[in-house]
């Protein structure tokens, strides 16, 4: 059995290692208010921080030499996300400050877009730019025609900016490019959503089902550690991957399932369940709606069946799902977090949820909690005005059960078409990369040329920001104080992220931004403190602490509301659904005109010669953020892609020979990227780590390393429930001569 130290390491420090600890902490009350320098800047000792490297945003310790540099992040012991570890790329977040190839000062564009051509500016200047281009686009077409794309802290004062303009139009990418379906497909199942960090209570599991996420590449760092944990107690883990990833090397089981078949496995699974008995009978008789229909619906829906789908051997599939039985409630088949698949994501993961209820495991030890976030008072400003008009004015009968804004539909409903009422004139873009967030490249950078102004915010030059307009350079989380983190857990929490040091260079804060940009709107009212952590104090003090104690603790947890983790034995419980039950049969979505229980539909088949395209994460980087990070570099600077021996034999391929990848529509790699022969991918599929790629010559550690996969995607299988964009229905072939090109070795 696998041991936890074993499966991964995550540093861990003691405070005493490093320098003084809280008492040796001094703040400096500076005089500047120009969102350079803060009035908190811990001199000596330790920082309270939370991570920005990941959307985990595990609570940590800033440490700085003597010399006032900062020298090394560790994790915050009262931290219910990390328990006082950060993952490699928590402990990397130094590399983010430290990067001399980050953005530095303000820049106006000289050329045409596409062009990297850009002049330095003051703030001053790129402010009056910018709002001189907002009023004129809201006087000519309306402010809900301006759009706001984020990801990330500085998106809340942004979105602030937005709504006080009159706009509703923010989409954070996260949505329909990655987590959307599970969202919609648990609140039609439960009446609640996943959430994030997702609610899983994986330490007192008993059988761990993954079916397409990668624990453990994917550092989602509680979630790794609550495994490693299982792992020791004894708890089974299946694992369901075309690839034989880090976790199927812990697992009981691996289903090496044939890509795109997993709903005829997961609707077989419930055939097993509910043929031989082996669901929750009191849980369902008590809780659930429908289940005389789901019976029904997957009489058929035999392993005999899926087997000639999934090529799984039917004992295979029965062999596992007694397995969940046997450890039920105890056992969590898991929602995934990146699941935008192949165009049907919402009733896959609509059967994720219906698996889980026949086994009794939501709101069950083992299974699924109920989390709890503790609410801070926001301050006072007037009311944002009402929208005329909102995306779904443009696309009325599309993606009834989406129920934020789409960052794809916002795209699509940029470029010119003289049937929408309000074509987007302006964007602004908040700590993502839209060029290799959003599939499908040639429609992005149509939207973009198409728009009268494009801001861009971030801390790093990335693709986006080489068609920006105006690009405001953010000083990186480790430089500013931002909102008090309240996500959900077990336990209502809250951390603090302080300034550990100044801003390097002439880089700002996202609050301080957003705040001058509503001085020259005249909407300097949403905005009523005038620094962050003045607010910060003030909202601290309303719930009987403040930020001088925050400074010294980084993270305080409350007492629950009441003691209702679990569902309590024989408990009555009603879910926010329209039946106030478990829909297994799904009433709302019957109502939006989709099917109330999932179907099966094949998928395409690569044509000859062509191998399915699969993609995912390395525990060392997060998407395309972290690929020229100096510190997170050195652990991994460039992709590779998988291909299995027979796929190499017929290929001449070899290890660690140079190849271009083409796609289905004659699309051809940007560079060349790395074979890595292994048995460790199915024949039928080739795999590559996301992120790599880049082709702007400013990130000059990780430009032309590797290959980029969303340069491949161009064929995008968009999820008619709630507009998720499916990204695996791409297939792709090699291109062997390299005969005259350079490679970025």
């Known amino acids: 059995m696998a041991t936890r130290r074993q499966f991964i390491r995550i540093s861990a420090m003691g405070a005493g290692a490093v320098m003084a600890g809280a008492a040796g902490l001094r703040l400096l009350a500076s005089e500047i208010t120009d969102g ?67 953005l530095k000062t303000p820049l ?27 009023k004129v686009i809201s006087a000519e077409h309306g402010p809900e025609c301006i759009a706001l794309f984020t990801h990330g802290s500085g998106g809340k004062y942004f979105s602030t900016l937005l709504k006080a303009m009159g706009s509703p139009h923010i989409a954070a990418p996260s949505y329909a490019q990655c987590r959307g379906p599970r969202e919609v497909a648990f609140q039609a199942t439960f009446g609640e959503t996943i959430e994030s960090p997702e609610r899983t209570d994986i330490r007192d599991t008993r059988c761990l089902v993954l079916i397409g996420s990668h624990l453990g590449e994917n ?72 289940f005389e229909y789901l019976k029904a619906h997957v009489k058929n829906m035999t392993p005999e069946w899926a087997y000639g789908i999934t090529t799984i051997d039917p004992t295979m599939i029965r062999e596992t799902a007694r397995e969940m039985a046997n450890a039920a409630p105890a056992v969590i088949v898991h929602p995934g977090r990146h699941v ?43 009311p944002y005005p009402t929208p005329k008009r909102s995306w779904r004015t443009e696309f009325p009968d599309l993606y009834k059960m989406a129920d934020t804004v789409l960052a794809n ?19 602004i873009v908040n700590g993502t990369n839209l060029i290799e967030t959003l599939p499908n490249q040639e429609n992005t950078l149509k939207a973009i040329q198409a728009l009268q102004l494009l801001v861009v915010i971030d801390t ?97 947890t409350f007492d629950r509301s ?24 799904s009433t709302s979505l019957e109502e939006a005109g989709y099917d109330p229980l999932p179907k099966y539909t094949a998928h395409e088949e690569p044509p000859p010669g062509f191998y399915r ?27 590779s892609v998988w291909v299995n021996p027979r796929v190499a034999k017929e290929w001449g391929l070899s290890t660690g020979q140079y190849i271009h990848l083409v796609n289905q529509d004659g699309k051809r790699s940007e560079f060349p990227i790395k074979v890595r022969v292994t048995e460790r991918i199915r024949w039928d599929s080739v795999y590559m780590v996301h992120g790599f790629g880049h082709d702007d010559k400013r990130l000059r550690r990780c430009y032309g390393k590797g290959a980029s996969d969303t340069n491949l995607i161009t064929k995008v299988h968009v999820d008619p429930v709630m507009g998720g964009t499916g990204m695996r229905g791409n297939f792709v072939t090699f291109v062997t001569d390299l005969s005259g090109e350079e490679v970025m070795s």
């Open 36 to 102: 350079r320098k803060a009035s908190y800047v811990a001199l000596t000792g330790r920082t309270p921080t939370y991570c920005e490297v990941c959307f985990w945003k595990c609570a940590g310790w800033v440490y700085k030499d003597e010399k006032g540099s900062i020298k090394k992040i560790i994790g915050n012991s009262e931290d219910q996300n990390c328990n006082g570890r950060f993952c490699p790329r928590g402990t990397g977040g130094v590399g983010m400050y430290h990067d001399e190839d980050r």
């Open 108 to 134: 106006i564009r000289t050329e045409e877009r596409g062009k990297q051509s850009f002049r330095e500016a003051s703030w001053e200047e790129a402010f009056d730019y910018i709002a001189e281009k907002i």
């Open 219 to 290: 550092m989602h760092n509680g979630q790794v550690q609550e495994m490693s944990d299982a792992i020791d107690k004894g708890a089974s883990i299946i694992t369901v991957d075309p690839r034989f990833s880090t976790v199927a090397g812990k697992s009981k089981f691996w289903l090496p399932i044939k890509p795109a078949t997993d709903l005829a496995l997961l609707l077989a699974w419930i055939n097993v369940i509910i043929n031989e008995e082996l669901y929750d009978k009191a849980y369902v008789e008590k809780y659930t709606y429908g």
């Open 340 to 382: 935008t698949w192949y165009g049907d994501d919402t009733q896959r993961l609509r059967a994720v949820a219906i698996l889980n209820a026949l086994l009794g495991s939501w709101g069950r030890r083992g299974g699924f909690y109920r989390p709890e976030s503790f609410e801070l008072p926001e301050p006072v400003h007037p």
């Open 409 to 427: 539909g916002l795209c699509d409903a940029t470029i010119p078409d003289p049937s929408r009422h309000c074509q987007f004139q302006g964007w």
């Open 460 to 556: 790093m030059p990335m693709e986006i920001t080489g068609w920006a307009d105006v690009v405001l350079p953010e000083c990186t989380y480790l430089e500013r104080f931002d909102d008090i983190r309240v996500g959900p857990h077990r336990r209502p929490q809250i951390a603090l992220r302080a300034p550990a040091a100044e801003p390097m260079y002439d880089t700002r804060p996202a609050f301080w931004m957003a705040r001058e940009l509503a001085k020259r709107l005249d909407l300097i009212d949403y905005f009523p403190f005038e620094k962050l952590e003045d607010q910060l104090d003030w909202q601290l003090k309303q719930v009987g602490s403040s930020l001088e104690e925050m400074m010294r603790i980084g993270v305080k």
């Open 562 to 585: 009441y003691d209702d983790l679990y569902f309590a034995p024989d408990e009555d419980v009603e879910f926010y659904t329209p039946t106030g039950k478990i829909e297994l049969y």
């Open 613 to 639: 395209l699969n993609y995912g994460r390395a525990p060392m980087h997060t998407f395309s953020r972290t690929s020229n990070n100096p510190n997170l570099t050195d652990l991994m600077d460039e992709n």
